[in-house]
């Protein structure tokens, strides 16, 4: 170790007992940990970020990883992560970079929300025996019921989305993630009857075949934007801010824009790709109208058009500026979301909880009487079925879900996806570790995951003696906070346990 | 000859479904401020007559859209093809995003003309701005090119921050790099023969479309601004 260095956070150990030398941890690690010189086995503790592709393909299971116990002096005001971060921002000058949500101890309210049930009055329902719908239409609804001139109601609904579970893959672009896990992500939405998001990078060529399951995305970069993108995605997605990095754009380095990627935003190779914060034609809620105008006339008004925002302070009143901007669906994304790579101390410091921000907006909406002028989709954290059903009790007409897809498709939470070399496939554009992912048997984990909680969610609804998750959307009298302050409560609009 | 379309009365949808109902020219008479014309089209020509409102020819994919008046804000917002032309000034954000085509105003340019301007293989963007420009000229441009030749209006030929987060393409403005502060990571020189001579049929459409005299354009001196890095920022971060 040199002067300025820190001790590992985690080591690597091998029983060499069990170790056959078969030398597939040299090979799995594409950060250099495992290497071999002809005789010997050794590692390099310092560059693991504790993946697991190792440990898991390890065929002898002959390896661990464990938290290095060689700690800091720590006190609670110092703790050991703020020291090393000091050091390395000492030793480089630079901006911290992080990736994934969060991992501050911030509250999850989530946690702090029960579900009801019935008992004897209202008995529950049966999932396997009755019927049960979760599908869900995402976009505007009229207000009131309309007649032709013949006095029959007329049905013609504005453009929505249609999915098969209040569930819908959010945006990771082509370039933040790999070729493969954009696959795997297309091909579970058409099988599941939902829809995955492009992100911000373009429609790759190959990937126009399951443009009924795609969300195409327009960011202030408008990279890979073209008149036959925007026509072909089931709906479009203007992106005015990221729960993990509100007010901060995004950046894919030039090192990242391989040929492929280059074709896909339509960028020359190797230049940046850069979309920074605001969109530079948007500065007020009449200019956010002429861009969602600008998209619904270029693609004939036939796709919903959903704007994706950060929850951030004040977020009702910008949802409601959202709503009259004529957007169809509104997209809010809590602070503990994920990201490809983000600024350390934003994505730890700014936004607010997307619980709170959803209460809060569906209230809002439904007091200006707007409620049903916009679907509404909750981000950010969302990490089981019973996320998405408080979420819906919430107001969310439908949840995006990311951080949970792609532990589907392997990965392990490493949060060093901007590094480029994610050893499951996902967070990379190197071929060799892209190939790692299956993108079929990807398709099949994140198919099985979907169903899992959507049956879930059935038995839940069933429990509470509903057999609709519509009658459940905004439905509060179906949670109760736990350990909550009175302006917790307030904001939520959810009466405490026990009351 | 043109299929006539009287404007007054429409509103932008409507105005537009009449636009997209005839596969042949068409002749906006009379326009009022209606939005997005032409937007996402394809081929065929539009003559606007009367005032075009915000988003004209966004998203364009072919075609042309000449307008013989003033034009308003976000003119060819992330067009991909086709050509525009203006017989008067623009707003601001001309030439947002686009990524193809090419953009003729004779007069002036509000704010931010032609940011986030990029270019893909054979696809290069041209927006030539025969008066001046606003503030952010070539913002964030990743590609195309833009002149701004200075031929009516009067004070510096751009406003402040001209190629900020500037990391592709090239700037052409018709006066000296001294006469306007560039951000450290562009350079701006004179430009040679050579830089006038690429750009030279660009030149020579503005003056056929605006009867001008390529000559007197020529006469004078021109600065070039280009980018001295495609990773403007690859120094900034520190993994955590
Ligand atoms: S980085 Fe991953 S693959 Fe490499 S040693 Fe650590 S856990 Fe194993
Ligand atoms: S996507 Fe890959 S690099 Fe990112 S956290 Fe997951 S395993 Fe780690």
Not at chain 1, 332 to 357: H, K, M, W
Not at chain 1, 467 to 476: C, F, M, P
Not at chain 2, 3 to 28: M, N, W
Not at chain 2, 142 to 162: C, D, E, H, Q, R
Request: with cysteine; net charge neutral; charged share 20%.
């Amino acid at each position: 170790m040199g002067q300025w260095e820190v001790y590992p956070e985690f080591e690597v150990v091998r029983s060499s007992a069990r170790c056959t030398k078969c030398l597939g941890c040299v090979a799995q690690c594409a950060n250099g940990v495992h290497q071999y010189d002809g005789a010997q086995l050794t590692c390099d503790s310092a560059k693991c970020v504790d993946c697991h592709r190792c440990v898991a393909m390890c065929p002898a299971r002959a390896l661990k990883i464990v938290k290095a116990d060689c700690a800091l002096r720590e006190n609670s005001n110092w703790d050991s992560q703020t020291i090393k971060e000091i050091f390395k921002q000492a030793q480089s000058g630079g901006v911290l970079l992080s990736s994934m949500g969060t991992p501050k101890p911030y509250p999850v309210y989530w946690d702090k929300l029960l579900l009801n049930a019935s008992q004897v009055t209202n008995p529950s329902i049966d999932p396997l025996r009755e019927p049960m719908e979760t599908r869900v239409c995402l976009g505007k609804k009229p207000g009131r019921p309309q007649r032709g001139p013949d006095g029959r109601f007329t049905c013609e609904l504005p453009p929505q989305l249609k999915l098969a579970m209040p569930m819908l893959f959010s945006a990771m672009s082509y370039g933040s993630v790999s070729y493969n896990a954009h696959e795997a992500l297309a091909r579970a939405a058409e099988e599941l009857g939902v829809y995955y998001n492009t992100g911000e990078g373009g429609l790759h060529e190959d990937f126009y075949a399951y443009s009924p399951n795609t969300i195409v995305q327009v960011a202030s970069g408008r990279f890979g934007v073209h008149e036959g993108y925007l026509n072909a995605g089931a709906a479009i997605e203007i992106k005015m801010g990221q729960g993990a990095k509100p007010g901060i754009g995004g950046h894919l380095p030039g090192t990242k824009v391989g040929a492929d990627i280059s074709r896909t935003r339509m960028i020359p190779e190797g230049s940046d790709a850069i979309s920074p914060a605001p969109h530079h034609d948007i500065y007020s809620i009449e200019d956010l109208r002429q861009l969602v105008y600008s998209l619904k006339q270029s693609t004939h008004h036939k796709k919903p058009i959903i704007v994706k925002v950060a929850a951030v302070h004040n977020i009702a009143a910008i949802a409601s500026g959202i709503a009259r901007s004529g957007a169809d669906i509104i997209a809010i994304d809590g602070f503990r979301g994920g990201t490809g790579a983000a600024p350390t101390r934003i994505r730890d410091n700014v936004g607010i909880p997307i619980e709170l921000a959803l209460a809060a907006v569906d209230q809002r909406l439904r007091d200006e009487g707007i409620r049903n002028q916009v679907g509404i989709i909750a981000g950010g954290s969302i990490r089981s079925s019973a996320d998405v059903a408080k979420a819906i009790a919430l107001g969310a007409d439908a949840v995006y879900i990311a951080t949970a897809a792609l532990l589907a498709l392997g990965c392990h939470l490493c949060r060093t996806c901007q590094t480029g070399m994610c050893n499951w496939g996902i967070a990379t554009q190197r071929p060799e570790l892209v190939a790692r992912l299956d993108p079929k048997e990807g398709a099949k984990r994140l198919v099985n995951l979907m169903t899992a909680w959507n049956h879930e969610i059935m038995e839940m609804l069933g429990g509470m003696g509903i057999n609709s998750i519509e009658a459940l959307r905004g439905n509060r009298l179906m949670l109760r906070g736990i350990g909550l302050t009175a302006k917790e409560l307030e904001i939520l609009g959810v009466a405490h346990a026990g009351e | 000859m043109a299929y006539k379309i009287e404007a007054q009365g429409l509103d932008a949808a409507g105005l537009g479904r009449q636009i997209q109902a005839h596969p042949g020219p068409v002749e906006v008479v009379g326009c009022l401020g209606q939005r997005f014309i032409g937007a996402g089209m394809q081929r065929k020509k539009i003559r606007v007559t009367g005032i075009p409102g915000n988003a004209l020819g966004a998203y364009l994919n072919g075609g042309e859209i000449e307008v013989c008046a003033n034009a308003q804000d976000a003119v060819g917002d992330t067009m991909n093809d086709g050509t525009i032309v203006i017989h008067g000034d623009v707003g601001d954000t001309v030439g947002y995003a686009m990524r193809g085509g090419e953009i003729y105003v004779e007069g002036s340019a509000g704010y931010r003309a032609g940011v986030h301007m990029k270019e893909y293989q054979d696809k290069v963007p041209v927006m030539v701005i025969g008066g001046r420009a606003g503030s952010f000229l070539g913002e964030y441009q990743a590609g195309g090119v833009i002149l701004v030749l200075g031929l009516t209006g009067s004070g510096p030929i751009a406003g402040n921050f001209p190629c900020a987060g500037m990391h592709g393409g090239k700037v052409l403005l018709r006066c000296r790099p001294e006469e306007l502060l560039f951000p450290g990571q562009v350079t701006a020189l004179p430009a040679s023969a050579q830089d006038l001579d690429a750009v030279r049929p660009y030149l020579e459409e503005f003056c056929r479309r605006f009867g001008k005299d390529l000559s007197v354009i020529l006469n004078a001196p021109f600065t070039l601004a280009v980018p001295d890095s495609r990773n403007p920022y690859r120094q900034m971060y520190v993994a955590n």
